[in-house]
């Protein structure tokens, strides 16, 4: 399969500026930091709740936990995706339960990751809370799940992928849409 870039929808500076917003609005819904904590779904969600976190710091004046979070062996697609799957480190060094938890995401598409990372979540401790904020939010659930907090709606077709690159994993900053090619 080939992929194809049709359009770029955000570069670096409209990155910033979404995840300011949404830093923002956590702040509002939340009346603050106290008894929160951000947590990345690996690979992309997790430079992307650091950056939350540090906006919320520099905003608030106060620090909030930050953890990554690997949901590997929580997919149900996990016998389709390798026969050797890798698993990442889930690095949460501080305890989940009673916390309002922010899961971090970089696209909401189906909805399976976001259910693999509450089962990871809540085998870890019982949060008084979980919202979701994810960058991009592309529609085409299969599961009843909605975000709390999103970047961008961008509406897609079952054909289109939506990557998000990251400066930390990626050496840039953008999202953009590819088309599949047979």
């Known amino acids: 399969m080939v992929l194809r ?4 929808i955000l570069d670096a500076e409209g990155m910033r500026r ?9 702040l509002e819904r939340n009346k603050g930091v106290e008894n929160l904590a951000l947590v990345g779904i690996r690979r992309r969600g ?3 709740a650091r950056r939350l976190a540090s906006l919320i710091r520099e905003i608030e004046g106060q620090s909030v936990p930050v953890g990554a979070l690997d949901i590997t062996l929580y997919r149900d697609d996990l016998t389709q995706l390798s026969y050797q799957p890798i698993v990442y480190r889930t690095e949460i060094d501080f305890p989940v339960t009673g916390k309002r938890i922010i899961l971090v995401d970089d696209v909401l598409y189906t909805g399976r990751t976001v259910r693999a990372a509450l089962d990871a979540l809540m085998d870890l401790g019982r949060p008084s809370s979980i919202q979701l904020a994810v960058l991009i939010d592309r529609g085409h659930r299969e599961l009843p799940i909605r975000a709390d907090y999103v970047g961008k709606n961008v509406p897609t077709s ?3 992928v939506v990557a998000v690159s990251v400066k930390e ?14």
């Open 158 to 160: 079952r054909k289109e």
């Open 5 to 8: 870039d049709k359009a770029q």
């Open 46 to 48: 997790v430079p992307l």
């Open 169 to 182: 994993l990626d050496g840039e900053d953008r999202v953009v849409i590819r088309l599949k090619e047979d």
């Open 18 to 26: 979404i995840l300011t917003r949404m830093a923002h609005e956590i």
